[in-house]
């Protein structure tokens, strides 16, 4: 599985846009990426995932270069329950049950 | 439709001794995979199990076993009880959907601490 490199923590004003980016640049053709986030105490909590294209759903926005080798995570809105720590996987379709979380971003929304 | 349940939440042992952890998947989930999550080496991957097999497994020693019931539910043994095994052992399952991204959802987890 490709690695990546996520800032180890970042703070956002309560109702600005979070932008949590991601490098996964030895990522391959056939690999996805996947961001999950874990509030404290909580078990992780699936965003989005994507391939190549800007995916958008209720919770966020995930951005893919395109070269694939960074991704952005956008919350459009930030609130205090996004206070978490913010973690980008990259793996194929194949096995993806066996997820490598990595040290994730703790994102703190400031009141 | 009820989330992934664990039991117990909280469980205090004592080094040598062995633990059972139980994972209860959503309603016609049928992989579970298993999760262990310290300070210190954040969260990894144990094993999952699917129609009952093991079908990955992570790199831990062979005192952490698991299985899988017909029903899907699934349980995780670890034998022997070092301080070291002290952790957030958390429980996933997903759906398994051929050729599609197959969410997981995660239990609460359940606090092991060994003294």
């Known amino acids: 599985d490709a690695k990546t490199t996520q800032p180890t923590s970042m703070d956002c004003a309560e109702g600005r846009a979070a932008n949590l980016p991601c490098n996964h640049s030895?990522?391959?053709?056939?690999?996805?990426v996947y961001w999950y986030r874990q509030i404290h105490s909580q078990g992780p909590q699936y965003i989005i995932h994507?391939?190549?294209n800007n995916e958008t759903n209720e919770m966020a926005s995930l951005i893919i270069t395109e070269d694939r080798k960074s991704s952005t995570l956008i919350l459009p809105h930030a609130t205090l329950r996004d206070t978490a720590v913010y973690y980008c996987?990259?793996?194929?379709?194949?096995?993806?049950?066996?997820?490598?979380f990595g040290t994730g971003t703790r994102l703190t929304v400031i009141p | 439709k009820a989330g992934v349940t664990q039991t117990p939440r909280y469980l205090i042992k004592t080094r040598g001794q062995q633990v059972t952890l139980s994972c209860s998947p959503i309603?016609?989930?049928?992989?579970v995979s298993w999760y262990q999550q310290t300070p210190g080496q954040g969260l990894q991957f144990l094993f999952e199990?699917?129609?009952?097999?093991?079908?990955n497994k992570g790199n831990f020693p062979g005192r952490f076993s698991g299985r899988q019931f017909s029903n899907s539910r699934s349980e995780m043994n670890v034998s022997t009880l070092e301080l070291g095994d002290s952790a957030l052992y958390l429980c996933?399952?997903?759906?398994?959907?051929?050729?599609?991204?197959?969410?997981?959802?995660f239990g609460p987890g359940t606090r092991l601490t060994v003294l």
């Open positions: 996987i990259v793996r194929g379709y194949s096995g993806a049950n066996n997820l490598f």
């Open positions: 996933a399952s997903s759906l398994e959907v051929a050729g599609a991204y197959n969410e997981q959802f």
């Open positions: 199990y699917f129609s009952e097999t093991q079908r």
């Open positions: 309603s016609g989930h049928r992989s």
């Open positions: 030895t990522i391959s053709g056939n690999e996805y």
């Open positions: 994507g391939l190549k």
